[in-house]
């Protein structure tokens, strides 16, 4: 069974354009806003696709191998189902695109690149009737190095290092690991950094590339040497406003700088919030979602416009939490025991088995910095998409369904409250909003519970003497309250991983 989680960089020439445009983030916590810019960068995918399956360089133009690649890892980080007719213009979907393409793959990197984006599609390893794995595989040199001499690729850093993530991606070891780790290491720059090439100045793109590759090659990076002087070099390339620049565009920050900075924090267990990645009160989130315009594209810089497919496709896989490859489990390549996968969480909390449960069903998620947040309270929306996916409904129902004054339509969690409200799951506050960032009480989860398991019944239920006590006590009888409970205390992520938990035990026996 393949593990998975991870991604890809090339050297790629900008054409860069002018395009202005609104941006679009109104005050909301933090996790819900990178939701929302999720949702609308999946949206302007959408709207870009063209009826082939593929997606094109630049909007309007022919489909396009490389830019279809990017786009279909962004969707598998972001948990999109790219067989489902959303992604299916005229019956062609962007896999079916990728298997009938004819682009002849030349360097080392479209190989790569190639197996990358169909292992997160959960296809076989083949292309062209190539085996890329085979091929790839063919192209690692005695030193370890994965290079075409041919193609005089001797001493490209890069090559090596996307050769080494689109192996881990299909779940095959890295042959000659320990040289294949240590000549990597041997191409660190005095500075800490990485370039493209050996003895080329660092930039901090490839720089992230290359952290995520010797974690996964086994070093830790809490005591490795390499690891740290590489975070040290990238530290030098942040900006005031918290994003980083790359070497080549002096001290001015771009999406994708950012969104492979924030994927190397992410493999290596920083927090990119935290203290040590704050600059004056910004980070590399912040600074990275103020470059998505009104349209949902990400921006390459804030007055520029750069293969807007791939920026917004990388910036998605970066924001979703995910490392690359994004579809493994990210755990260095010689051990046999998984890595925790988040930092705050154990297998002693009490929450530890559902929460465990909700997240491998893809219900539930953690945050960029690999934590979970087990004791964070819950959103109204966020409990609404809770039970909406934990049901497996998410693409029931109808979206027409009436609108509340604080739910646009392109509000991230408009479809899963559009769903609940359809089924009688919940209902807006008395004047007429929804509230969804108020905070989900356990009289309100209670209430909701009953609901799905007793439809008919729950609408019969007397309030009195509060009008959730009927609703509570159906749901204590019944076995879905988490411990501890009270009603009108809002609950945490793991009180609502448990009773949602409950909720499915006892809808499947029903």
Known sequence: MRTRRIMLCLIMTFILTLQTGGFLFAAQPASEQVEQSISNAIQYLHTVQNPDGGFPWKEGGSSSQTATSWVLMSLRAAGEDFFSTKWVPAGKSPVTYLQNCETVLESTCDYDRTLLSLTCADQKPEYNGINLVDQIKSFQQQDGQFAQLSLGEEGFINSHMWSILALLSDGEKIPQQQQSLQWLIECQNEDGGFGWYKDVDSDADDTAVAIQAMVLLGEEPAKSTAINDAFAYLKSCQQDEGGFST??????????????????????????????????????ISHLLSLQSSSGQFLWMSDQSSAPLNTT?????????????????YQPADTENTVRMFTDLSDTCWAYEPIMKLVDAGILSGYPDRSFRPDSSVSRAEFTKFIVSGLGLESSGTEETKVFPDVSVDYWAHKYISIAVDRGFIKGRTDGSFDPNGKIS???????????????????????PYWYSAYVQVATDSGLLYPNFFAEKSASRAECADSIVRLQKLLVHK
Request: charge should be negative; hydrophobic fraction near 50%; charged fraction near 20%.
């Open 442 to 464: 356990g009289a309100e989860l209670a209430t909701i519970l009953i609901r799905v398991l007793e439809p008919a019944n729950a609408a019969n239920l007397k309030a009195e």
């Open 313 to 329: 496709a990388f910036a998605i896989m970066a924001l979703a939490g995910k490392a690359l490859p994004v579809n493994i489990d």
């Open 247 to 284: 070497g080549w565009t002096g001290t001015r920050s771009n999406a994708n700088t950012d969104s492979w900075v924030l994927q190397a924090l992410i493999a290596a267990g920083e927090d990119p919030e935290g203290e040590r990645w704050t600059v004056k009160g910004n980070d590399v």
